[in-house]
């Protein structure tokens, strides 16, 4: 992970976490519709945990992880429970969840890097399971106005990224507008990968 996008997060934990969505809900639910119930949930990049707190609500068993342990603090505090603090490239466990929910996260992850942190996935994931990420949409990696790093990925090159990655059983890409903690429009391009059975 890149060093002045995790500062960032570090040292805007609280900030961030006042931030309310609601354009993602929708992407949650139907996530989670595909899911048996009481599913294990790996959550990537919690931030201050709200997406954890409706799977929760939902009775999903969820892990929920952040790389900031700011971040991780705050959504501690808000969910009442621990929150880890876990970096991609620190996910070694083989078939132990049932999904895994990255919201806004692998955005950052290094262009050299996202191969190897898909797989990493892959493995974490049982059979059939659901993978979900979302990245901003681009051509080539570079910093935002609050300098952080973003992968900027195009259809095409994410489509490539995951194939190198492994080998997954269906992936879908669909696109939307968010406006971003920077108060910019971005196009985002929102991926749900299924791992075979």
Request: aromatic share 10%.
């Amino acid at each position: 992970m890149d060093e002045a996008t995790l500062r960032f997060y570090r040292g805007n934990a609280e900030a961030y976490a006042k931030r309310t969505f609601t354009s993602r809900q929708a992407r949650l639910m139907a996530f989670l519709a595909q899911l048996p119930p009481g599913a294990c949930i790996l959550e990537l990049g919690c931030g201050a945990g709200g997406d954890t707190a409706e799977m929760l609500a939902r009775g999903f068993d969820v892990r929920a992880t952040d790389g900031s342990p700011e971040m991780a603090a705050v959504a501690s505090k808000h969910l009442g429970r621990p929150v880890e603090t876990l970096l991609f490239h620190e996910l070694d466990e083989i078939e132990a969840y049932d999904a895994v929910w990255a919201n806004a996260c692998l955005l950052h992850v290094p262009r050299t890097e996202l191969a190897d942190v898909l797989a990493r996935i892959w493995r974490a994931l049982k059979a059939e399971g659901v993978f979900y990420a979302s990245y901003k949409e681009g051509d080539g990696d570079g910093r935002d106005t609050l300098d952080r790093y973003y992968n900027y990925p195009s259809q095409d090159w994410l489509r490539a990224t995951y194939a190198e990655a492994a080998n997954w059983n269906s992936l879908s890409i669909e696109s939307g507008e968010v406006i971003g903690f920077d108060d910019k429009m971005a196009t985002m391009l929102f991926v749900v990968a299924r791992k075979g059975g």
